[in-house]
């Protein structure tokens, strides 16, 4: 009988060929080769000379609904918004992208230190890791597909 896999990598399965189907259209985007962070724990998706990049894959019925998570705004780990401020502090950009296989939506997010006072931060009752996230809202997402 095979065990069943953790929530993480169930997670990380669902999310990895999106990561290779986008990141030539992520390239296109951000103009560089990205290359795939070492390990599949690290707090980013991608890097390169310039960028570290993370891709949020959800299909539409993420947690509730897609309106659900629009009204608060689209949620990040709260660690990636440390290393986000690590990567800057040293010279690299930090994007964020959001995928909705819904309707095949990529939106960006470029970190900015700036908003995050101004974002709410929570331990969401529905989270299944019960990890600390931050609700970046809607019209700080540009979206490019």
């Known amino acids: 009988m095979r065990a069943s896999l953790h929530p993480f990598h169930q997670r990380s399965r669902f999310g990895l060929p999106y990561e290779k ?3 030539p259209v992520l390239e296109s985007i951000l103009q560089t080769t990205l290359h795939h ?3 599949p724990t690290d ?3 991608f890097w390169s000379d310039k960028y570290f990049v993370e891709v949020k894959t959800r299909t ?3 947690h509730y609904t897609q309106s659900f998570i629009q009204k608060d705004g689209w949620i990040l780990p709260f660690c990636k918004m ?3 401020k690590q990567e800057t ?22 970190y900015d230190e700036s908003i995050l006072s101004s974002c709410k931060t929570e331990i969401p009752f529905w989270h299944r890791d019960k990890q600390q996230q931050i609700f970046i809202p809607e019209n700080h997402w540009t979206r490019v597909l």
């Open 21 to 23: 189907l986008l990141q």
């Open 37 to 39: 962070t070492d390990s």
């Open 43 to 45: 707090t980013m998706d």
């Open 60 to 62: 539409d019925n993420y």
């Open 82 to 84: 440390i290393r986000a």
């Open 89 to 110: 502090a040293g010279g690299k950009k930090v994007v964020f992208f959001y995928y909705w296989t819904a309707d095949k939506s990529l939106w960006r997010w470029d």
